[in-house]
């Protein structure tokens, strides 16, 4: 055998070894003393409050890994891109971290319509993502991958719980309001399965679907009012619920549905609402930290307002829940390797500040509560905002989709 033939052999071998180093995700291992891994989420338009909420989460548990000696021996630097609520360009930031960043796990965008689009590319590179704002039940089910793990009560579970909560309240006639993209349609076909569900014979009045990141709502109240519903239902949030509040109080809507109305009133939207935040109406929060009760939260919750000036809203906490899963995938793997790191955590138990969290084997959606209450009379002296009463929680397993119903929905 010549020397050149000899040469052609070993670049081969070298190749294919590398190709299956980067394949099984511990390419990104290869940095000598440090991991990174990547964060596309919307740092800008109408859901950055929400982007950037999490961002900030992420990178706190982060620091605080970093401090106990990282993970493996290595420090975790975080690469933090806006999609701008594109799914092109959260696709674009995905494939740009695995192939030139070389990251050893993802944390997912803001919206589902993103995430659906992400989690395709992340499964294709056998890197492990982690969605905890974008919720949509379909990143579980039609699109479900074993590389994709959900730490956020999805599109099934929050109207689910909002509708055990509802149903106390005997209404009857219903209107609902949505954005119209993936979270919003599913939200509201939930929440009906789920009243249906529990036993109410309701009837659907009015629908409407104004566009995600809308500016004038002035159509869409009169039409709401003009049919006399007993109660609303809305998937708006964010940006889009601060609108809709401040236009609403206009017609004295609230007052004129008897703030039989709910919505997703997250504290960035009551900082930002302040004393307009509707007294009475129903709230539903994926992690309010004032309300979940384990040291570990009020461990957290102190320290980011230490370092941030303000307290943590739930897509700051669920952030932090993500970069605890992850790091405890790796240590149970003793690997930064996607594939190892992703059969390490399906099916097993993660310890995190909102108390253990099983990751189901079936689809990987985490076994979290969802919190639903009322908006306090007064704005709470020590936050600044209203928060919720009479706080409502149910064990997750009396709102989630059974193992049998996910199964049915992947892609076989």
Same mark, same amino acid.
């Given at each position: 055998?010549?020397?050149?033939?000899?040469?052609?052999?070993?670049?081969?071998?070298?190749?294919?070894?590398?190709?299956?180093?980067?394949m099984s995700g511990a390419w990104a291992a290869s940095y000598s003393g440090v991991v990174k891994v990547g964060l596309s989420t919307s740092l800008s338009g109408a859901a950055a409050s929400l982007g950037q909420s999490g961002k900030k989460g992420i990178?706190?548990?982060i620091a605080e890994l970093n401090a106990k000696g990282g993970l493996l021996g290595k420090q975790v630097k975080l690469v933090s891109v806006d999609d701008q609520l594109s799914p092109a360009t959260g696709v674009t930031n995905v494939r740009n971290f695995?192939?030139?960043?070389?990251?050893?796990?993802?944390?997912?965008?803001?919206?589902?319509?993103?995430?659906?689009?992400?989690?395709?590319?992340?499964?294709?590179? %056998?890197?492990?993502?982690? $969605?905890?704002?974008?919720?949509?039940? &379909? @990143?579980? +089910?039609?699109?479900?991958?074993?590389?994709? /793990?959900?730490?956020?009560?999805?599109?099934?579970?929050?109207?689910?719980?909002?509708?055990?909560?509802?149903?106390?309240?005997?209404?009857?006639?219903?209107?609902?309001?949505?954005?119209?993209?993936?979270?919003?349609?599913?939200?509201?076909?939930?929440?009906?399965?789920?009243?249906?569900?529990?036993?109410?014979?309701?009837?659907?009045?009015?629908?409407?679907?104004?566009?995600?990141?809308?500016?004038?709502?002035?159509?869409?109240?009169?039409?709401?009012?003009?049919? %006399?519903?007993?109660?609303? $239902?809305?998937?708006?949030?964010?940006? &889009? @619920?601060? +609108?809709?509040?401040?236009?609403?109080?206009? /017609?004295?809507?609230?007052?004129?549905?008897?703030?039989?109305?709910?919505?997703?009133?997250?504290?960035?939207?009551?900082?930002?609402?302040?004393?307009?935040?509707?007294?009475?109406?129903?709230?539903?929060?994926?992690?309010?930290?004032?309300?979940?009760?384990?040291?570990?939260?009020?461990?957290?919750?102190?320290?980011?307002?230490?370092?941030?000036?303000?307290?943590?809203?739930?897509?700051?906490?669920?952030?932090?829940?993500?970069?605890?899963?992850?790091?405890?995938?790796?240590?149970?793997?003793?690997?930064?390797?996607?594939?190892?790191?992703?059969?390490?955590?399906?099916?097993?138990?993660?310890?995190?500040?909102?108390?253990?969290?099983?990751?189901?084997?079936?689809?990987?959606?985490?076994?979290?509560?969802?919190?639903?209450?009322?908006?306090?009379?007064?704005?709470?002296?020590?936050?600044?905002?209203?928060?919720?009463?009479?706080?409502?929680?149910?064990?997750?397993?009396?709102?989630?989709?059974?193992?049998?119903?996910?199964?049915?929905?992947?892609?076989?």
């Amino acid at each position: 055998m010549n020397i050149s033939y000899r040469c052609k052999i070993g670049i081969s071998l070298i190749a294919s070894l590398g190709l299956a180093l980067f394949m099984s995700g511990a390419w990104a291992a290869s940095y000598s003393g440090v991991v990174k891994v990547g964060l596309s989420t919307s740092l800008s338009g109408a859901a950055a409050s929400l982007g950037q909420s999490g961002k900030k989460g992420i990178e706190l548990a982060i620091a605080e890994l970093n401090a106990k000696g990282g993970l493996l021996g290595k420090q975790v630097k975080l690469v933090s891109v806006d999609d701008q609520l594109s799914p092109a360009t959260g696709v674009t930031n995905v494939r740009n971290f695995i192939l030139e960043d070389n990251v050893a796990a993802i944390f997912g965008p803001v919206s589902s319509s993103v995430a659906a689009a992400e989690e395709g590319i992340a499964a294709q590179y %056998h890197v492990p993502i982690f $969605f905890f704002i974008s919720n949509d039940v &379909d @990143l579980t +089910t039609k699109h479900f991958t074993k590389y994709a /793990f959900q730490v956020v009560p999805n599109t099934y579970m929050e109207p689910h719980a909002v509708a055990a909560y509802m149903i106390k309240k005997g209404w009857s006639r219903y209107d609902t309001i949505s954005p119209n993209y993936s979270f919003g349609r599913s939200t509201v076909k939930q929440f009906l399965a789920g009243m249906k569900k529990y036993g109410a014979n309701i009837n659907i009045v009015g629908q409407q679907w104004p566009k995600l990141g809308e500016s004038d709502y002035t159509n869409y109240i009169p039409a709401i009012l003009s049919k %006399h519903p007993d109660a609303v $239902f809305s998937g708006l949030y964010g940006g &889009d @619920l601060i +609108t809709f509040t401040k236009q609403a109080k206009g /017609f004295d809507f609230f007052k004129k549905i008897h703030n039989n109305f709910y919505a997703l009133f997250t504290m960035g939207a009551l900082k930002a609402l302040g004393k307009d935040a509707p007294v009475g109406v129903i709230a539903a929060n994926r992690a309010p930290f004032y309300a979940i009760h384990t040291p570990g939260m009020s461990l957290f919750s102190t320290a980011y307002h230490n370092k941030y000036g303000e307290w943590p809203s739930s897509w700051a906490v669920m952030g932090y829940t993500a970069v605890q899963t992850w790091s405890q995938g790796v240590e149970k793997a003793h690997s930064l390797a996607g594939n190892k790191v992703s059969a390490a955590l399906s099916g097993a138990t993660v310890k995190t500040i909102r108390g253990p969290i099983y990751l189901r084997a079936c689809d990987h959606q985490g076994d979290v509560r969802e919190y639903v209450g009322t908006l306090s009379q007064k704005i709470n002296p020590k936050y600044g905002f209203r928060v919720m009463d009479h706080v409502y929680a149910p064990n997750p397993k009396k709102i989630m989709m059974t193992c049998a119903q996910t199964l049915a929905m992947q892609p076989h």
